[in-house]
């Protein structure tokens, strides 16, 4: 087992707006957690794949380190926002809660000896980020890739043939052309 659970007992510092600026590696060795808000709005990337800014995420994130001495970031992201569904083209709300269990690592090179259950947080030189970004790279890889509403938003007629894999035109066939000149003679 990697995890301690006791862990939890470390006292913990409570933010509601997340710290601007922290450094991954000293929350993890003093066992830290931060909790908070942040408003999807002061997210450019993320907003750019929704249909509106709207919405704001909660963040909670308890840095530890697991048995094998390995700095972590369990995190915990929730937000509802609001896509566009791609059968009717209307606005829907999609709902996201994610963990996710990042093992901090300095250099890429550093990723193969990852327990398996861990993604990387490649940090770098950096001894202070942002954790808004984390967050925001965390759940634009858990949007949906084709968001559709959960009920046939559209009648089951319309969005089946819609669905249907478009096949390449098939290249005319000289010969085809030839015969077609021969009709219209
Ligand atoms: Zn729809």
Redesign the pocket.
């Known amino acids: 087992m990697l995890f301690d659970t006791n862990s939890y007992i470390i006292p913990s510092i409570m933010h509601q707006q997340l710290p601007k600026e922290i450094d991954p590696f000293r929350f993890a060795h003093s066992g830290l957690q931060i909790a908070g808000e942040i408003p999807v709005s002061k997210m450019s990337r993320l907003s750019e794949m929704l249909h509106d800014n709207s919405g704001t995420v909660s963040v909670d994130m308890q840095f530890d380190i697991d048995t094998t001495g390995t700095p972590y970031m369990r995190g915990q992201f929730a937000v509802t926002v609001n896509l566009l569904?791609e059968?009717?083209m209307?606005p829907?709300t999609h709902s996201m809660n994610i963990t996710t269990i990042l093992a901090l690592v300095r250099h890429e090179g550093k990723i193969e000896g990852l327990a398996e259950q861990y993604e990387p947080w490649i940090l770098n030189d950096a001894k202070q980020v942002d954790p808004a970004q984390i967050v925001e790279d965390e759940l634009i890889l858990a949007l949906p890739i084709v968001p559709?509403?959960d009920y046939p938003?559209?009648p089951e007629e319309l969005w089946q043939a819609g669905e249907e894999e478009i096949e390449p035109e098939k290249p005319v066939s000289p010969f085809a052309v030839l015969s077609s000149l021969k009709l219209k003679k």
């Open positions: 569904c059968r009717c209307e829907m559709k509403h938003c559209l």
